[in-house]
């Protein structure tokens, strides 16, 4: 039930009590990974195609709001790489006030999730949608860099991938090489400065040592200032987007897809984060809270927000353990902009394009992707479709289309492990070859003649109802009696029930009586509420295969 409950993990630590000795390690984890937070912010917001403060005020507003209210002690939210290609797709249809519109959806719907309990869920989108939609962005961002990290100029970049490499190739001849170098130290201060100490994150470093290398050897490389202007020091005042019915409309697809991607991306987060400290989150309270989040960003001039995997490490690892270390982290972002705002100008866009190159890099988890090449042929189907989706196609697409191919997939693969059949062609003597002892191997019972045991193994759903008419049809010489072995069938669809009451009534034309063996109790209690057993009555529902044999003997004196 913990899982389940609607209260944020902040008033549980409250509850359990607050201490300057726990203050001091949230304090040290949050303004560690304020410092780490705040050039990703910048980035993703510039990638995404909206201002770099819109990144600080999404990890300001949002990671505050998010820290307050989540279903998990450790979580930290704000912008994340996951976003940039819808959001960037909105922003070029339908512009900023599209993607306020679509964020403030996405946060309704996220709470409305919540409230429904669909915390457990939204976990159980497959595995290759997740790795191929997180590769295909993964792909996408790193496309996008390639300008920024070369410093090519003329005209402006497409936005179809295939477009962005052929931009590429035309105007490689602009490359800027301080601008390359630039990127280049980026990447090499990224890799390498763990080295030195994991305590302060690498891309701040590299930001900070490339705008003083820009700014002393007045190097002729693209800045956040000479692109955007300036950056304010100050929160903006709250502002609705303007909303109307078409629009709304227009972008129910988007905001489902980015309620979908904060759900799967914040859900996952606390799920590690679960496993490097031992706790539990409540998966639904973290989806309100991200509505919540998700509904007063835009309103602050933000842009989506979610649960950010690698932050909540870094906050894990520097000692923080309850949500205090997300508002501190906050916090601390909120004093960066107000006092350092504008320095943020200086920062290059090559440096900024290789924390991204880097983020691109971790985020695709390539091993994973070849991992799955292992698996069965259905799930590389799955990955394959969904990755070249969210590549050619539009990450929209791309989620819908994965999650449909793979639950029909699934459902081909439940109905071909669902046997049906009669069980004097052996159906269940190869599967009871191991079962020695069993008492209920059909082997073991004198059938009489007039007698027919149809066996149904597995779930007994919409996708085995055909093999199961089929079957039945194809049996030359109609039985006096027809017993239908259901011991192994776990659970019964409303087709499977249908399917069921069409052989009823082609039996009672037959001159066919049916009897029921071996139900579960949920099937049979389905198969009540149907109303099927006026079709078949009490006495035609038995426990076992030996008492359903002792009935159709019944049956067969009777109609003598």
């Not at 497409?158 to 090489?177: C, M, R």
């Not at 479709?385 to 989620?399: M, R």
């Not at 009696?481 to 069409?502: C, F, G, K, Q, Y």
Request: glycine share 8%.
């Amino acid at each position: 039930m913990g899982r389940n409950k609607l209260k944020p993990k902040l008033i549980t630590v409250l509850k359990e009590g607050y201490s300057i000795k726990k203050f001091i390690p949230d304090l040290i984890a949050g303004i560690i990974v304020g410092i780490v937070a705040l050039p990703l912010a910048i980035a993703f917001a510039i990638a995404s195609g909206v201002k770099p403060e819109q990144g600080l005020y999404t990890a300001v507003v949002a990671g505050f709001l998010i820290s307050c209210l989540s279903g998990s002690r450790v979580q930290i939210g704000g912008p994340t790489g996951a976003f940039i290609v819808i959001v960037y797709g909105i922003i070029q249809k339908y512009g900023y006030d599209g993607l306020a519109t679509a964020t403030l959806m996405a946060g309704i719907l996220l709470i409305l999730m919540g409230i429904a309990r669909f915390g457990d869920i939204i976990k159980y989108i497959p595995y290759p949608v997740t790795v191929g939609f997180t590769a295909g962005i993964a792909l996408i961002i790193f496309a996008a860099q390639i300008r920024d990290f070369l410093g090519l100029t003329g005209g402006t970049v497409p936005a179809e991938f295939v477009e962005k490499f052929k931009y590429y190739a035309k105007h490689i001849n602009t490359l800027n090489v301080p601008t390359l170098l630039v990127g280049l130290l980026t990447l090499f201060i990224i890799i390498y400065w763990p080295k030195v100490t994991r305590r302060v994150p690498g891309s701040f470093i590299a930001i900070i040592l490339t705008t003083l290398a820009v700014q002393i050897f007045h190097l002729p490389v693209e800045t956040i200032g000479s692109r955007f202007g300036g950056v304010p020091n100050t929160l903006p005042m709250p502002h609705l987007p303007h909303i109307s019915v078409e629009l709304i409309t227009k972008l129910s697809s988007p905001a489902l897809t980015i309620a979908i991607l904060a759900g799967i991306e914040s859900l996952l987060s606390a799920v590690v984060a679960d496993g490097m400290t031992g706790n539990r989150h409540r998966s639904n309270m973290e989806l309100i809270a991200q509505g919540v989040a998700n509904i007063a960003s835009p309103i602050m001039g933000g842009i989506p927000a979610t649960g950010a995997i690698a932050r909540t490490a870094t906050n894990i690892k520097n000692g923080g353990r309850t949500p205090f270390a997300g508002i501190i982290h906050a916090i601390t972002l909120l004093l960066i902009l107000v006092f350092f705002g504008p320095w943020a100008s200086l920062i290059p866009m090559a440096a900024l394009a290789g924390i991204l190159i880097i983020v691109a890099y971790n985020m695709s988890e390539w091993h994973l992707f070849v991992k799955i090449f292992r698996s069965p042929a259905r799930d590389i189907v799955v990955l394959l479709t969904t990755f070249f989706l969210t590549v050619f196609v539009d990450l929209t697409v791309a989620i819908k289309f994965g999650i449909v191919l793979a639950a029909l997939l699934f459902m081909r693969r439940m109905a071909d492990a669902t046997q049906v059949g009669y069980v004097t062609d052996s159906l269940i003597e190869e599967a009871d070859e191991e079962d020695v002892v069993d008492e209920n191997r059909i082997s073991q019972k004198d059938i009489p003649e007039g007698i027919e045991v149809f066996e149904i193994n597995g779930p007994f759903f919409f996708g085995a109802t055909d093999k199961f008419k089929d079957t039945i049809r194809g049996l030359e010489k109609k039985p006096k009696v027809l017993i239908l072995r259901m011991r192994h069938v776990p659970t019964i669809d409303a087709t499977a029930l249908s399917a069921l009451e069409n052989v009823f009534n082609l039996s009672k034309h037959d001159g066919t009586q049916i009897i029921l063996s071996g139900l579960q109790p949920r099937p049979l209690e389905k198969i009540k509420r149907a109303g099927l057993l006026k079709y078949i009555g009490e006495k035609n529902i038995q426990p076992n295969i030996d008492q359903a044999l002792n009935r159709a003997g019944q049956i067969l004196k009777e109609s003598k």
